[in-house]
């Protein structure tokens, strides 16, 4: 695709979106049901959810760099591209967030066999299944393969028992995507598989965990006798701990991708909003300084995702560049809540207060923290950096 081609494509995208985007998918996400997720039990929020939701979807942009047979919208990277820098220009939210797109469909569509592909793949773009992640438990989290979940084979099918922890919004999924011990006497490493469970089956339960922000998307998640069909195996047996890590990139991309300079237009109008302008700049000095700071921290950012695409494309990609990002990303998420919260002041941290939106900022700050931890922690994502990117010894 070349400059003139381009350009085409960036003029017809962008006035589609005007034309198509109500005005209300364009403000800025305050809450999880400004998404939406999809799902069986799935319910718009508002008309214009809906609106946006069908309208992206019946041109295949729900997932728009996937292939058109799985319902995808079949675009370049280079015109997917295009396509979120015209989103993020206009402000347009997602008009599907699912695990299965961000997670699960990529690993899919290099481990699945064709019928699994099939399946499950067009369901994801359409948002007719919610997933969530089972991988951690109790006394495997960072030691990820040291995960004690058991599948049995019971010949035509396999019986799962044992429990996850931190499962994202366990409580509200239609199918986990699920790490289980398929063979107890190899390496721990080698005896993994890859399960889809339908979490409506006999067997599976739930049970929230409090978070200190207040809220709860985390449950556990049990399996007391779980019956899972032979053919909800992906990949092949005892082998999926190549699966794993592969999903994991893609779950640590999505992560990172916290860190993108998104939210700089809000720090802005938090900073003139609660500081004030003095000749033309911040009042506070000192504030002033660490708000220039975080901006350039945002644009190195950004332009090392940008030398990462094209180290790629060149084949010198390190599969270990997704934990560079989620490090990264979340510091920089981190970053940007405390900085938000200095430019605010301390009213922000009252948490039932109906004119900060009940303690919005202070519950996001919260949040960010647990960013650190998820997906594998800052010191893991550290270890694998140094290894794998520095080349430094292991000891």
Excluded at 90 to 97: A, M, N, S, V
Aim: proline share 3%; with cysteine.
């Amino acid at each position: 695709m070349n400059k003139e081609e381009q350009d085409i494509f960036r003029a017809e995208t962008r006035a589609w979106l005007e034309s198509n985007c109500p005005r209300s998918m364009r403000e800025k996400v305050q809450e999880e049901s400004d998404y939406y997720w999809g799902g069986k039990n799935g319910t718009f929020k508002n008309e214009d959810q809906k609106i946006w939701f069908e309208r992206m979807l019946a041109k295949g942009w729900t997932v728009p760099y996937w292939h058109k047979k799985y319902g995808g919208g079949g675009l370049s990277a280079i015109e997917n591209k295009i396509l979120n820098e015209e989103m993020a220009s206009l402000g347009c939210r997602k008009p599907l967030f699912s695990f299965g797109i961000s997670m699960l469909g990529p690993a899919l569509q290099k481990f699945a066999t064709e019928e699994q592909k099939d399946k499950y793949l067009p369901e994801i773009v359409k948002g007719e299944i919610r997933w969530c992640q089972g991988y951690s438990e109790p006394n495997a989290g960072s030691d990820l393969a040291g995960l004690q979940c058991r599948a049995d084979d019971m010949g035509d099918y396999f019986l799962v028992n044992g429990s996850k922890i931190w499962t994202s919004y366990g409580n509200k999924a239609d199918w986990i995507f699920c790490l289980v011990r398929t063979d107890f006497g190899s390496k721990k490493q080698r005896g993994i598989s890859f399960l889809l469970i339908d979490m409506a089956t006999e067997g599976v339960s739930t049970r929230p965990i409090k978070l200190i922000s207040g809220k709860s998307p985390f449950t556990e998640t049990f399996f007391n006798n779980v019956r899972v069909p032979k053919e909800n195996l992906v990949g092949e047996l005892n082998m999926g701990w190549s699966i794993a890590k592969y999903l994991l990139t893609h779950e640590r991309q999505m992560i990172g991708d916290m860190g993108k300079n998104d939210e700089q237009v809000k720090t802005h109008n938090i900073a003139i909003e609660h500081i004030g302008l003095q000749n033309g700049i911040l009042a506070d000095t000192i504030l002033r300084t660490e708000l220039a700071q975080h901006e350039m921290n945002e644009a190195i950012f950004e332009m090392t995702i940008e030398r990462a695409i094209d180290e790629a494309k060149a084949g010198n990609n390190s599969g270990a560049t997704s934990s560079l990002f989620k490090y990264y990303g979340t510091e920089l998420n981190m970053e940007r809540m405390e900085l938000q919260l200095a430019l605010s002041g301390n009213q922000e941290l009252v948490m039932d207060n109906p004119a900060n939106q009940n303690g919005l900022l202070a519950n996001a700050m919260l949040r960010s923290k647990g960013n650190s931890i998820e997906g594998g922690t800052s010191e893991i994502q550290l270890n694998i950096i140094a290894k794998n990117i520095l080349g430094l010894p292991n000891n």
